[in-house]
Each structure stands twice: as C-alpha cells, then as structure tokens.
C-alpha cells in the first residue's frame, strides 16, 4: 500500500492543471454560451508573506470558482495586487530598499505561495496596480471624471507635523503625536483634490435595496454610513447683535430632525471650531481652553461618542423663533461635530440622549415636549431618561396634540413663514478626499501653472511615471516627489510657460475601485478595458472579503462604476453596482504565546525520527513540563534554533509542528503559557506560515481545515487538532482509493442487480444524497457543512466492507463521487484519486455529479429516542415503519439498551416518522 505523499502530488496536479490551461477564462466567443461567474477575493496587499490566516479567503473564492466551472460555466477568477501604499515607503525608511524593490519582491514571494495553494487562477491577467500599464488608466479615468466634474479641488483639514514638515496619513497619528517625531500634531488646511462622491448619495443608497446578495449587515454600515436625514435648518437670531453689526454673525443656523421639538429647546450649542467658538476663544480663556480640550479627544465619531459631554457657556444668547421673549443660552459643546449639517444644534434634553447628558451636567432645564402614546401628561417625566421616539406634541402651544410626523411639517411650515428655515435633506456622506503627500501611490495628472491656474495633463502623455529616482530617509521626510530635482518641473500644457507638477498621488482607495473591471481586459493599452468585455464580465458574480472594508472599499467601487458609466466607459452594469453577491469571511484566529516561564529542558534534535511523517507531538512534551512546573497545561513551546534556514531565531512551534529543517537545527525549547485567542497577524507572533505549512502537511490540509470547522462567516480557530483531523481525512481517503485498487464505475454504468439491496444499496443512497446536499451546501456557503458531509461519507465508505460484486461497485461508486465533492476544497488529493480510480481526463473540469434523483429521495426517517425525557440516541427507520419494529430498534439501539440496564420499561411510546419515547425506572 502507498501512503499518500503531497509533496509529489501536489506540484505534479498543479503542472498538469498549468498545462493544460484549464484556469483560463474564455472570452465571449469561446465560451460558446456558457454563463458566466466572475468569482473575485479582494486583492491582497503585497506586505511580505502569506499566512495560513490569509489563506482562508482565498480557498472559499477557489472552491466557489472550481465548483462553477465544474457546474459548466465560463469562469474568470483573476488575481491581483493592491500595490501601492505606506508599508513600502516604511520599508524603504527603515530598511534602506527601494518601495518599487521590495513591493515586487514581496509580489513574487507571495505569488509563489498562492500558487503553492493550488488555486484556480487565471494567472494570465495579473495585475498589479503601481505597474504604469495600470496606473496610466487611471489617470485617463482620473482625467474624464474631472471634465465630467467629479473631480474638483477644496482646501481640507489635514494632520500637520511641525517637526517632520510633512502631512500625516490618519494612522500616522498616534495618540495626537507624529508616529514619527513624537510632536503634537497640528492641524492645517491644505488644497486637495476631492472625489465628488455625494454627486450619487440618492443613488448609492436606493440601490442598497437591490443588493439582495449582501449580507444585511454590511448593507445597513453603507446606509449609516451615507446617512440621508431629513429635517430642517433655520436660524436663530442673537440677541443684541444686528444684520451687518461690527460684533461678527448675527445668527446661528441649527440643523435638525426633530423641529417638532422646539419648544423643549433649553440651549443652543456650537461644534469646537464653528467660527463663533473661535471668535469667543479669543477673549475668553476657557473657551480656549475648551476647544484644546475637546481637539485632543480625537476627531472621529466614534471617539466623540465615547467621550464625556462637555462644554463651555459663551456668553452668547439666542432668541426662540417661535417667540423672541425666550432667549437661550449658546455652548460650545465637545459632541457637536464641526463636520455635520451646520456645526451646530438646539439642545433638546427631554427627546435627544446627548442633550439629556449635557443638560445633566451643566444643569440645563429638561423640558418634555412629546408625550408617549398611551401616556399620561400629569405624571410622565423625562427628567432621568429621555424620551426619543414618537409621540405626540405637548407643552408645545400650537403643535399641541399633533403627533410627531405632522409637527414637525407644522413647525417647518411656521419656520418657513417666519423667514427662518427651510426643510432640507442632510447627508453624512462626505465627498472622498484623494489627495496623499506620498511617493509611493499614483501620481495625479495635473499641472500647476502661474498664468493657467491648474491644468489637466493632456491624455497623449500618460502615464505620469512615478521617477525611481528618489531618496528616502529621516533627515528629509515628506514627500519625495516635492523635493525631487527635476521631476515636477515642466512646462504648462496651455501656455507652454514654466509650470509644475502636482506632486500629491492618489489615495490607494482609488487603485482598488476599478481594478476589478480591468480584470475583464486586463492587458489592453490604449483604453482601461473594452466596453464590451466589461459588459459581459461585469458585475463580479461573487466577492469574497473582510468585513472591514464593509463600508470604503465597496461605497468607493459603486461610486467608480457610476462614475464610469457617465463618463462612457461602462456600459452595463445597467444599475452601476459593481458585486452582485458579497461574502464576508471571518477570520482565522489563534492562541497567542504571552508569558515565557524559563526552564533548560533542552530539547535533543535526535529526539526527532526525521522519517516520521507526522511531527512529534510536541504540545504534550509541553504539557508535562508545565505540570512539573506548576503551570498551566495550556501551553506552547517556543523553539529556539540555531539557524533555520539562514535565520537563527525563534519560531513559535504551533501545536509542536516541526519542520524538518528545523528539527535537525533545534536547539532548546522555552514555554509560553497562551494567552488569548486572537486574529493571525504578525504583530501578535501568532502566525502560521503557508509555505511552511504547505511543506509539512500539503495545501489541501490548510485549505480543507480553514473551512471545516466552523461556519465561514465566523471566525476558526487554528488548532493542532483540527490540522491532525484534516491530515488523517486526507490519509484515510487516499488509503480508502487505494485499497479499493480498481477502477471505478462511471455514472453511465449500469450497477449489477444485487447493489439495490442491503447495504450497498445503503452506501449508494448515502452517496447520492452527499451529491445533493454538497452541492447544495456549497451553493449557500455552507462549507463547513459539506465538509461534515463527507466525513460521513467516508465513513460510510470504510464500513462497507464486502468483497462481492454489488459491495465493490457501490464503494467505487462512492469513491468516485467522493472524489468529486472534495474537489474544490482539496483539489490535488481529488485528482490523485480520481486518476487511480480511472477517471477520465482531469477532474477539475469534469462535470459535476449529478445526484441519482430515486437513490437521492429519502425514504427514511431519523427519529430521535429519549428516555424520561433526555435524548439517548436515534435511530433511522423506514418511512412509516410499523409501530413494533420501531419500539423494537430503539430498544436495541447500543447506548439506549446501556442507558436502561438494570431499569425496568414502562411504556415506549412511539409517534410515528418523529420520536420514541421511553419511560424507565
Ligand atoms: C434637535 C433635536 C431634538 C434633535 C431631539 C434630535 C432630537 P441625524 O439623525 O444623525 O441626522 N445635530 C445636528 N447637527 C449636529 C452636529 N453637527 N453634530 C452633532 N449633532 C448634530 O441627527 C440629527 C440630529 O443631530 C439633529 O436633530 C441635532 O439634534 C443633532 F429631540 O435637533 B436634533
Ligand atoms: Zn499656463
């Protein structure tokens, strides 16, 4: 017999499958009227290597890939790489490379490592976006969205170091310092380019509606995220200050949802850098004070969600609307944000939860205005709790006993005769700021000329090449680009005078909006891909990838096909969505290593049997030198080497799996005691690497054991268990075909009289109903389930143990079919056993099975078997079996006649195709 060996099987299916040109996408023509699946994993970044956590996003696009071409279709499952960005020029600081050097190199190595994984890639249309051949589309398409006006310049905020000289990227800033210099970052306005993304709000909302193949989730952080509130903005007037007086404004406009609670107003309050704020500050020192307080607390909205409300009274009073004999106080409070609706609100403590908050502290009144329905106005109070949902008006004069929907028209009916307001539509959606002070990402093609202004670089010179030329180091940080000696000087496109170039590049957010639509043509020169290619592509059947970039990423790419479909670029999709379906994976978790507890156990490298397929069992050597310590069992080794590989250091040796390099370089071990389960990452020293992996256990083990274990929405958890499980499946189906030394019957055969009947008849209904759910399963992203399924189905196999005819055609049956519902998640162990089991050409494109729909149809029911209520078993029995034969095998079942031992049975009562039911004592 021959054990099962991945080291030769695994290159050799993957030359076969490389030869043979299987992985290409067909065009249009060829394809000869298959459909389509476009199946896409969101490109991974080039940041160095590969590990077993990333892998898991790759193999559920790869199985969903190879089971539709299996299912006929006409597949394109490209890849790509998100090349550009901060690590590189990191790197090239800290490391002396060049960003262009080490993205490539890392391009290469991880290239190398996703091939190693068998996946079904149409290598062909390798992309990578800092390649000009990619990048020069992009300033074209740069170009026609600014003559289309979605493009345009505006002065923003951006993080300032005074020390660096140079902008700061928001994850450059670390607890309000330069990540850097370590000085107080400031902020500063600068002229940036901007994306005119709100010019589709309307749309990029509805059409959420339509994407009924998003999980739910990501499709309400979309709506949150483009926020459409509608309300009203009008004005308070400030009291004791004129239209055109010498004291600055004399109003304030408010944005609100809730006009309909204006007469519970008990303040007014501005955002830290409205310009009434600033102008206050400048007198009075706490309001000063105030705005540093509240900058430092962070700016995002989460952060300000977080923080304790506070503020500052500015002296200022504004009269009511509704009534100029009531005049409100004016705050500077730290929870209005500069950057929505007006900088500034009503405070409103009985109906809104920061109003309440606010007012609590700084002892505002809290006035109720909406009573609950079904509340009594005598005794309802909102003094501890605030009451935010509809109602009906109260205490409110002429909105009394309107309810809140027909209030709030009627006090923007009053606001509007009163010249104050207006109804608006508010949205959160911002437009896109693209603007990067950075060399390593996309250069914009603009031109700044003193006579002309800013000027389009014509189209005939893309691309504006990245020069290589460039230094980086810590005496001169900011950008490259700017200090260039020649690079950005040129003459203007207009006038021909001297000019310079925009030394700003693109926000890699834009390399990874349309770089799945260049996947339709990724090698065309003259246009960013044919329309018609595009059109038929387009949009991607299914996306797979991390829910973080739920909201960016994916608004970023429905703005792009807009985009392009208005500037004529695309032509379908017709509704500029570009993912039909979405899938977000969880990830791949382990334990960390935290506390080391020293001990000299030395760990001989002649304690290793170099031939032993299966490495040591390390984790239990662990175990026993943490209990003679005291510690906790839990625990890993950390081996330290002499040198691995031209690397001398030390490797977390997960679970005690060796390499056997490194069994032959070990020099001592150290125990960590685990610490929390958490996210592979390399910054946790949680890591486990595929190569290395791959070289221990092959690709079909990582790529079978990160979808087995838990649902693929959810996290796994890496273990040594589940990676021995994977192996031994993998072991055992190969010994099962072996074993079975014969080829097997094709779905054309006709099966001999006696496999209807018995339990050949069993494995081959089992068989057939694995085909069904499988492919249902995987249909549905049920990975996990399917994988169940053939464990039972292997199972089932290896119990049939016949030597007859009838026994040999229904295992080789199931082997058969076996092999073929493994083979989009262990594509190499399926071929090899699919060869040996004399299958014809290769099984990767082979048809799918097709379920025999008489031997599929369940004519059998599973009927649970308690006992005094507690479920003891069950038991499979004919559809409508008599009562007697039922009571008699669940009375027979092994644990159920074990559990009842030395009881006596009062009653079984069966109910019929459901339950038994026994009672005992
Ligand atoms: C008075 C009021 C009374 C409000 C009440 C709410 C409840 P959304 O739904 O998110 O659009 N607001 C307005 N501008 C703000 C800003 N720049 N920063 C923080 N909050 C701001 O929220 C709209 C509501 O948020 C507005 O309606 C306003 O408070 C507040 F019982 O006005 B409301
Ligand atoms: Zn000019």
Redesign the pocket.
């Known amino acids: 017999m021959s054990r099962y060996n991945h080291r030769e099987v695994e290159p050799k299916w993957r030359a076969r499958w490389a030869a043979a040109g299987i992985d290409r996408a067909l065009s249009p023509e060829e394809a000869n009227g298959k459909p389509k699946a476009y199946v896409l994993e969101m490109f991974p970044y080039p940041s160095g290597r590969i590990h077993v956590g990333h892998s898991r996003n790759y193999t559920m696009g790869d199985v969903v890939a190879r089971f539709r071409r299996s299912n006929g279709y006409n597949v394109l499952h490209p890849m790509g790489w998100d090349a550009f960005g901060l690590p590189a020029e990191n790197a090239a600081i800290e490391k002396n490379v060049h960003p262009k050097g080490w993205t490539y190199d890392n391009i290469d190595a991880m290239r190398e490592q996703l091939k190693l994984l068998g996946l079904a890639i149409d290598w062909s249309r390798e992309i990578a976006t800092c390649d000009a051949s990619y990048y020069k589309h992009q300033q074209a398409i740069f170009l026609a969205f600014w003559r289309k006006g979605l493009v345009y310049r505006k002065k923003q905020k951006v993080n300032w170091d005074p020390v660096d000289n140079t902008v700061l990227a928001n994850e450059q800033v670390v607890d309000g310092k330069g990540w850097r210099s370590g000085a107080p970052v400031e902020t500063r306005e600068l002229e940036q380019w901007m994306f005119r993304v709100t010019a589709y709000a309307e749309d990029l909302l509805t059409a959420i509606g339509g994407l009924d193949k998003w999980p739910d989730k990501v499709r309400l952080m979309q709506s949150n995220w483009i926020?459409k509130?509608q309300?009203a903005r009008f004005k308070f007037d400030i009291v004791d200050r004129e239209p055109g007086g010498t004291s600055g404004e004399h109003q304030i406009e408010?944005?609100?949802?809730?006009?309909d609670?204006?007469f519970?107003?008990s303040f007014v309050a501005l955002?830290a850098d409205h310009p009434l704020t600033k102008q206050a500050a400048i007198e009075n020192a706490d309001v000063a004070e105030f705005i540093t307080r509240a900058q430092s607390l962070g700016t995002s909205e989460a952060d300000i969600e977080k923080a304790e409300k506070f503020g500052v009274d500015l002296g200022l009073r504004v009269k009511h609307p509704f009534d100029p004999s009531w005049e409100l106080p004016v705050w500077a409070a730290n929870?209005?944000?500069?950057?929505?609706?007006?900088?500034?609100?009503?405070?409103?403590p009985?109906?809104?939860e920061?109003?309440h908050a606010f007012a609590s502290t700084y002892k505002l009144p809290i006035i109720p205005v909406?009573l609950p329905n079904g509340e009594d106005a005598a005794t309802f109070s909102v003094a501890d709790k605030?009451y935010?949902d509809d109602g009906v008006a109260y205490n409110s004069r002429f909105l009394d006993g309107l309810g809140s929907r027909a209030a709030i028209a009627r006090a923007v009916e009053e606001l509007v005769k009163l010249g104050a307001g207006e109804a608006t539509t508010?949205w959160?959606l911002r437009d896109w700021g693209v603007s990067r002070q950075r060399y390593w990402g996309c250069p914009i093609p603009a031109i700044h000329c003193e006579k002309c202004g800013v000027v389009p670089v014509p189209e005939s010179d893309l691309p504006i090449a990245l020069p290589d030329d460039v230094t980086f180091d810590r005496e001169h940080p900011g950008n490259p680009l700017d200090r260039h000696p020649t690079w950005k000087h040129t003459a203007c496109p207009t006038c021909g005078g001297k000019a310079t170039r925009e030394t700003d590049t693109l926000d890699t957010f834009v390399d990874s909006s349309w770089y799945f639509a260049r996947f339709t043509d990724p090698k065309n020169e003259t246009s960013p891909f044919d329309q018609k290619k595009a059109a038929y592509w387009l949009p991607v059947d299914q996306y797979v990838g991390g829910v973080e970039h739920a909201v960016l990423h994916l608004l970023y790419s429905r703005f792009f096909t807009r985009g392009l479909r208005d500037c004529g670029y695309l032509e379908g999709p017709a509704n500029g969505e570009p993912f039909a379906s979405l899938f977000t994976q969880g990830m791949v978790v382990h334990e960390t290593y935290r506390e080391v507890v020293p001990f000299t156990h030395n760990y001989a490298a002649t304690d290793f049997s170099k031939d032993d397929p299966l490495p040591p069992d390390e984790p239990s050597r662990a175990r026993s030198v943490a209990e003679a310590l005291g510690k906790s069992p839990h625990s890993a080794v950390v081996l330290e080497f002499d040198s691995v590989a031209g690397a001398s250091g030390t490797r977390v040796a997960m679970g005690g799996w060796l390499l056997p390099e490194e069994r032959e370089s070990l020099k001592a071990g150290r125990l960590y005691l685990t610490g929390d389960i958490e996210k592979m990452s390399k910054s946790k020293k949680n890591v486990v690497d595929l190569s290395e992996f791959i070289t221990d256990f092959g690709a079909d083990v990582a790529r079978w054991f990160v979808l087995s274990d838990s649902p693929p929405e959810r996290d796994v958890e890496w273990t040594a268990a589940g990676v021995k499980g994977a192996w031994g499946f993998v072991q055992r189906v190969w010994t099962l075909v072996d074993a079975h030394g014969k080829p097997a019957p094709k779905a054309t055969d006709t099966p001999p009289n006696r496999a209807a009947e018995g339990e050949s008849l069993a494995l081959r209904q089992l068989a057939h109903r694995a085909i069904q759910s499988v492919t249902d399963d995987i249909e549905h992203f049920r990975f996990n389930v399917a994988i169940a399924r053939c464990y039972e189905l292997v199972n089932a196999i290896a119990k049939l143990k016949g030597d007859d005819e009838a026994s040999i055609y229904a295992r080789g049956e199931a082997l058969r079919i076996l092999a073929q519902l493994i083979s989009p998640y262990m594509p190499h162990l399926a071929e090899e056993c699919w060869e040996t089991l004399g299958g014809e050409g290769l099984l990767a494109i082979a048809p799918w099975p097709v379920a025999d729909p008489q031997l599929a149809a369940r004519n059998s029911v599973t009927l649970p078997i308690q006992v005094n209520g507690k479920k003891r078993g069950e038991i499979e029995a004919p559809k409508g079996a008599p009562e007697a034969d039922v009571r008699e095998m669940a009375l027979k079942h092994p644990s159920v006649a074990q559990f009842l031992e030395g009881q006596t049975v009062r009653k079984v009562i069966v109910v019929a195709d459901r339950i038994v039911n026994i009672v005992a004592n």
């Open positions: 926020g509130s309300g408010v944005f609100t949802t809730r006009p609670t204006l519970g107003a955002a929870f209005v944000l500069s950057q929505y609706g007006t900088g500034a609100l009503f405070g409103c009985g109906h809104d920061r109003d909406v605030p935010t508010q959160r």
